[in-house]
């Protein structure tokens, strides 16, 4: 049996040329259980009997919708409705991209709402988070459900190391989008798993050293009109790996 406690999810993002409900059944239909939504699929400026009809649907058919992002927050009404509409969706997380400016205005709806903030960093030519270590030191003196969603690929484009990443940060990590690319460059693009130049296993297997519990949500932006077969193939390889630790 692994000895991972963490939970493999969907990032929505991978799926944006399909609607909400397509969305969650090939989220399903790839054996994943968790998922995270994107605006596409879930728009932010939905009101909030439409947001909790959405999220039950998703639900129904069999998904954990935990969190949702990447959500930019340019304004202080902008993170406001993330939170109400995080709440309203009974989600755990948001995975977002905050002005630094907003950044104890949104710690106050953190402790309000009781629901995590994961900044995400966004590597080469992200002006804000382009770093794992960016997000740290805007959350490090900052209540604990301000952490990072670590994306491995864009940290390993900035040719920095995802596993140091996830040893160095493990307390604050409250997402994980994992993927692998196909050069450690501005350059590197996406492509299934182990087909790359991250080590997808040891990725894994640092990621269940840590004893992370949250979800770690595979993000496949390559073919978005038909990426189900190489996302199967991540899945399946993923899951093949983490049947040995």
């Given at each position: ?7 493999l ?10 609607d ?5 059944k ?6 994943l ?9 879930l728009p ?7 947001i909790k009809?959405?999220?039950k649907?998703?639900?129904e058919?069999g998904l ?24 309203a969706?009974?989600?755990e997380v948001?995975?977002?991209?905050p002005?630094k ?9 953190v402790k309000?709402?009781d ?6 960093n966004?590597?080469?030519g992200?002006?804000?988070y ?27 484009r900035l040719?920095e ?16 989008h994992?993927?692998?690319i ?8 996406p492509?299934?798993?182990n ?10 297997e640092?990621i269940?050293?840590?004893?992370y519990?949250?979800?770690l ?12 077969p190489?996302?199967?193939e991540?899945?399946?390889?993923m ?7």
């Amino acid at each position: 049996m692994s000895k991972a406690k963490f939970n493999l999810g969907m990032a929505s993002y991978t799926l944006r040329e399909f609607d909400l409900i397509k969305t969650a059944k090939m989220t399903r239909r790839v054996g994943l259980t968790h998922i995270s939504l994107k605006s596409m699929h879930l728009p932010l400026d939905k009101d909030k009997n439409e947001i909790k009809e959405a999220a039950k649907k998703v639900r129904e058919i069999g998904l954990d919708l935990y969190g949702c992002g990447v959500v930019y927050m340019s304004s202080r009404e902008e993170a406001e409705n993330a939170f109400t509409y995080a709440e309203a969706a009974n989600m755990e997380v948001i995975i977002g991209v905050p002005d630094k400016e907003l950044l104890s205005f949104i710690e106050d709806k953190v402790k309000e709402y009781d629901i995590k903030l994961a900044i995400h960093n966004h590597g080469p030519g992200d002006e804000r988070y382009p770093s794992p270590d960016d997000v740290y030191e805007v959350v490090k003196d900052r209540d604990e459900r301000m952490g990072l969603c670590l994306d491995i690929g864009h940290t390993k484009r900035l040719g920095e190391d995802p596993i140091q990443a996830i040893d160095k940060y493990a307390e604050r990590l409250h997402d994980i989008h994992i993927k692998d690319i196909s050069e450690a460059s501005e350059a590197g693009g996406p492509v299934p798993m182990n087909r790359g130049v991250i080590d997808i296993p040891a990725v894994l297997e640092k990621i269940a050293e840590i004893e992370y519990e949250a979800v770690l949500g595979l993000e496949y932006e390559d073919k978005p009109e038909d990426p189900l077969p190489e996302i199967a193939e991540s899945v399946g390889f993923m899951k093949g790996v983490l049947s040995l630790l």
